[in-house]
């Protein structure tokens, strides 16, 4: 059965860091591209970062500079560490394949106080 467990999120202040995982079956993990995604409340989901299986990565405008994807292939864990943290970021974060599939986890919450 696949699975995709989020953890991690929380309230911060403007300019904090906080660091996510996603725990992923294995057997979607390893072979595949993953990346976080966020949603607003009303509005799509959006790709924020991406990484391949063999670690190349990728990211949204938005977040270039200040998020890092990196992922553990052995514990089939996916991470996203966020620093410096804007009250745009607050958003439920989510991680999948990319790209995706029908199945997503529950998400963790993300909210940044000014």
């Known amino acids: 059965q696949v699975q995709l467990v989020e953890s991690g999120g929380g309230l911060v202040q403007a300019g904090g860091s906080l660091r996510l995982s996603c725990a992923a079956s294995?057997?979607?993990?390893?072979?595949?591209?993953m990346g976080w995604y966020r949603q607003v409340a009303g509005k799509q989901r959006e790709l924020v970062a991406r990484?391949?299986?063999?670690?190349?990565?990728n990211y949204a405008d938005s977040v270039k500079g200040r998020f890092i994807i990196s992922r553990d292939n052995a514990e089939s864990t996916l991470y996203l560490q966020m620093n410096s943290l804007k009250p745009a970021d607050t958003a439920v974060y989510y991680c999948?394949?990319?790209?995706?599939?029908?199945?997503w986890g529950r998400g963790t919450q993300v909210t940044v106080s000014s």
């Open positions: 999948n394949t990319v790209p995706q599939l029908r199945i």
């Open positions: 294995r057997s979607i993990f390893r072979p595949n591209a």
């Open positions: 990484i391949s299986s063999g670690e190349g990565t």
